[in-house]
């Protein structure tokens, strides 16, 4: 008994140890595995990290480049139209082609900023009291043409029509007169100081496009747009400052009719001639395509147009060149892609009077 007793403990016994070795195994089997989880993970993301980081100089070196193209151009012609090689995609490929790199795809766009309404221009500064009255007209216009597409797919509220977003704007951008509401729909910063969280008008120029979201009336869908309409935002800047008087400062609010959108020329034309955007798109691609001998570098060249020679803009709204551009870099490598985005200032060293290119906002994603 005691030889089958011993040898039932010695059984039991080396089953505990069975247990505790493949108690142990799985456990180490779990720990490596999840440490070679681990180590693949790290890996991966330091490959990812350092691809980032090489797309982000790529996509530098291609902001780089469109300088070096709008320098370029700034000596070799006087007016910034689609015939300029900085607005001919073929032609800015051929540049970067001269730039190889070892791994990853690099494109550069180039757009003038004064294709794009000034939306600091639309009260009269320094004292930006009062509106400045053509740039006023240019916006009924601008935010009429949403109006008139917008019906049935974005939602205008009485304080989001264009007489009520025009004086919430000219409230925000004025200066000193934080007590005086533009019209029956202005609003200064008692209306914003309501909302929560509170906050109060800027009572000056905006910084940031993005900044209108926070103007009475203008909703998310006005700004952003819809699948069926754009949004206001893509058509708008707040670059373009000049010096003015004295200390002062101004914003001209040019815009350059051979470079804007289709709303923006809507906003330019007339009001008796809206219906003239369709054809002037057209043409104008038609001249950009080498389809039209009219000179895109004639400051009449609209008036060149078959049935326009009477048409008439105002000129404190119209230019041909521009020194103002946006130019977006895209560096891409497999499946990952980093832009930056980059609103440039062509200036002239006074000295040497060489042409060169500033940085005036930077956007990396």
């Excluded at 977003?165 to 925000?172: A, F, M, R, V």
């Excluded at 080498?290 to 895109?296: A, E, L, R, S």
Aim: proline content about 5%; hydrophobic content about 45%; glycine content about 8%.
């Amino acid at each position: 008994m005691k030889k089958i007793a011993s040898e039932v403990m010695l059984g039991s016994r080396r089953g505990v140890a069975l247990v505790v070795t493949l108690a142990v195994t799985v456990l180490l089997v779990a720990g490596a595995l999840e440490f070679n989880r681990r180590a693949r993970g790290d890996l991966i993301g330091s490959a990812v990290a350092r691809d980032r980081i090489g797309l982000t100089e790529m996509a530098a070196a291609g902001i780089q480049i469109a300088m070096a193209i709008l320098a370029k151009d700034k000596v070799d012609t006087d007016t910034d139209t689609p015939l300029d090689d900085w607005a001919d995609p073929a032609a800015v490929a051929s540049v970067l082609e001269e730039f190889p790199f070892e791994e990853g795809e690099l494109a550069v766009v180039i757009e003038d900023e004064l294709g794009r309404i000034q939306v600091n221009a639309l009260v009269d500064y320094p004292e930006g009291r009062q509106f400045n009255e053509a740039q006023r007209s240019l916006w009924e216009r601008f935010l009429q043409y949403f109006v008139d597409r917008g019906r049935g797919v974005m939602e205008f509220r009485g304080d989001s029509e264009p007489e009520a977003i025009l004086n919430s704007l000219k409230d925000w951008l004025d200066r000193g007169d934080d007590e005086a509401i533009s019209g029956l729909s202005g609003a200064e910063s008692a209306y914003y100081l309501a909302k929560q969280p509170p906050y109060p008008a800027a009572n000056g120029p905006f910084t940031d496009v993005a900044e209108l979201l926070r103007v009475k009336g203008i909703t998310p869908a006005i700004y952003f747009g819809t699948p069926e309409l754009p949004g206001i935002s893509r058509y708008l800047t707040v670059h373009g400052l000049a010096p003015g008087e004295g200390s002062g400062f101004r914003f001209p609010g040019r815009i350059n009719i051979t470079t804007a959108a289709p709303p923006v020329i809507f906003a330019l034309l007339p009001a008796e001639n809206p219906d003239l955007v369709k054809l002037v798109d057209e043409i104008r691609r038609e001249i950009a395509a080498g389809k039209q001998t009219i000179d895109f570098r004639q400051t009449d060249w609209l008036n060149r147009l078959p049935g326009l020679a009477d048409l008439k803009l105002d000129s404190r709204l119209i230019t041909l060149t521009s020194d103002l551009f946006r130019v977006q870099a895209t560096a891409r490598k497999h499946e990952t892609a980093t832009t930056i985005t980059a609103v440039l200032e062509r200036t002239q060293a006074p000295k040497t009077g060489r042409w060169t290119c500033r940085v005036l906002s930077w956007q990396v994603q």
